[in-house]
């Protein structure tokens, strides 16, 4: 097994990291900037070293500053967590010619797969739907005036290396569509460098399913399950749960097959996940592979009884899986929501700012996972996400009712969170009755009046 692996990444994942690493006898080194010496990843870990200052551009996007720090310090893997530099391909290929075992799928899936266009002519050649639109990058507007008109509007344009929720735009008219590919293009570019666009039909009153995968270097891929992420606001997930309350058992087989199916096909490894687009017909399409460890990756651990990051720890050095499908046990239902430092009552706003009272829920089923405490200053510079509360129950009731008192527990002051916003979703009986879809997340107001009694601020 690695004697020592580095942590490329900041926060929760970071000290998420460090904790699988010390129950596997793994010494730890993360990389910090100047604005996170005062996080808990910096404090437990066997090593830090600053590698620059506060904008992610001048310190965990920047490999010539974090390859280094492995080479000196004998590390001998790299953890890129989520984020950063994760799905980099370039970044895994430096590791690969490094000697440095990337803790994740070889450099050609990633980069096979971040091409979001490519990935789904991969889909589609594995025999797994896909959603209708163009068979490759635009090569103009008029192009995409001519394939929206053959699958019909609403139609969305997304960048080919996107994520996110950048560099997409919903165009509902022929009339609005020289605007949004230009915007489209030009937030692309600023995004990820490159300007190429795709167009894909928009479905409406839909669902976001993801199914878990994991595989190891010698052709098994097993499914993890699948997680419910439709709560969501400008395309990015607030809520994740698992099982789905709208899947039927053969949905979900379906689903979870198409997902192992996809992941044969391209010669995935390690972790991994699968996204897909549920319509109200039941229909799904694949959106897009996430080949990395995911933010709400907790809820299947907590399904399934099994630590994911040691996981991928393990088959880096090269372990097989060691169990097949039918060995996978699922026991009873997960739940994750995400407090942000953000004010949604103004459009979710960034709050960065220092933390004056901290303190977590806990009790049977109620699992915390932060780098955030009393006092901690939040930077302004990274993903403004500073806790991650999980519950687990018997069944879906018995999961909500343990979230709805956690986060009447969780108190955070001098900064607005997302709390509150989660507390009034929690009570809303399209999400308890399961019968919302992707617009439903924006949806909730969160006007001062309708903050919930007792909610934290």
């Not at 994760?86 to 091409?115: H, Q, T, W, Y």
Request: aromatic letters at 6%; proline letters at 5%.
């Amino acid at each position: 097994m690695f004697k020592k692996i580095l942590i490329a990444n900041r926060g929760e994942i970071a000290l998420r990291v460090i904790r699988a690493c010390r129950e596997l006898g793994i010494k730890t080194v993360v990389v910090h900037s100047e604005a996170d010496v005062d996080s808990l990843h910096v404090r437990f870990a066997d090593e830090d070293v600053c590698i620059g200052p506060g904008p992610a551009n001048q310190s965990y996007l920047d490999p010539k500053r974090i390859i280094p720090v492995a080479e000196i310090c004998n590390a001998e893997a790299i953890h890129p967590g989520y984020g950063f530099l994760s799905e980099n391909p370039d970044f895994a290929e430096i590791c690969e010619s490094c000697n440095l075992k990337f803790i994740g799928p070889p450099s050609g899936v990633i980069r096979l797969m971040g091409d979001k266009m490519q990935a789904k002519i991969a889909m589609q050649k594995a025999e797994v739907p896909v959603i209708p639109g163009s068979q490759g990058v635009l090569p103009s507007v008029e192009e995409a005036l001519k394939v929206a008109e053959e699958v019909g509007y609403p139609v969305m344009l997304k960048a080919s290396m996107g994520g996110g929720g950048r560099g997409m735009r919903r165009v509902d008219w022929p009339d609005d569509m020289l605007k949004s590919f230009e915007v489209a293009q030009q937030e692309a570019k600023a995004a990820f460098g490159v300007p190429d666009l795709y167009l894909e039909k928009l479905i409406l009153t839909s669902r976001h399913i993801e199914v878990q995968i994991i595989a190891d270097n010698f052709g098994n891929v097993l499914h993890l399950g699948e997680r419910d992420c439709t709560v969501q606001r400008r395309h990015q997930k607030l809520i994740e749960e698992s099982p789905s309350p709208v899947l039927t058992p053969e949905q979900r087989e379906r689903i979870c097959k198409a997902a192992v199916q996809g992941a044969k096909a391209i010669g995935y490894r390690n972790l991994g996940t699968i996204e897909f687009m549920l319509d109200k017909e039941g229909n799904f399409h694949f959106m897009e592979m996430n080949t990395r460890i995911q933010v709400e990756h907790t809820v299947t651990e907590e399904l399934v009884d099994m630590d994911l990051i040691k996981e991928q720890i393990r088959l880096a050095w090269g372990e097989a899986l060691g169990y097949s499908q039918s060995e996978i046990q699922f026991t009873g239902h997960a739940l994750e929501c995400r407090i942000n430092a953000e004010d949604p009552e103004k459009g979710f706003m960034p709050n960065p700012g220092k933390i004056t009272a901290f303190h977590v829920p806990g009790g049977h089923g109620v699992r915390v996972d932060t780098h955030a405490y009393a006092g901690y200053v939040i930077p302004p510079h990274y993903d403004s996400m500073i806790a991650k509360l999980i519950t687990h129950g018997r069944n879906r009731q018995e999961s909500i009712q343990k979230m709805q008192r956690a986060l009447e527990e969780f108190i955070i002051e001098g900064v607005a969170t997302t709390i509150a916003y989660h507390q009034k979703v929690l009570a809303h009986p399209d999400f308890l009755e399961g019968k919302y879809d992707t617009g439903f997340g924006e949806s909730v107001g969160m006007g001062k009046e309708e903050v919930p009694v007792g909610a934290a601020k």
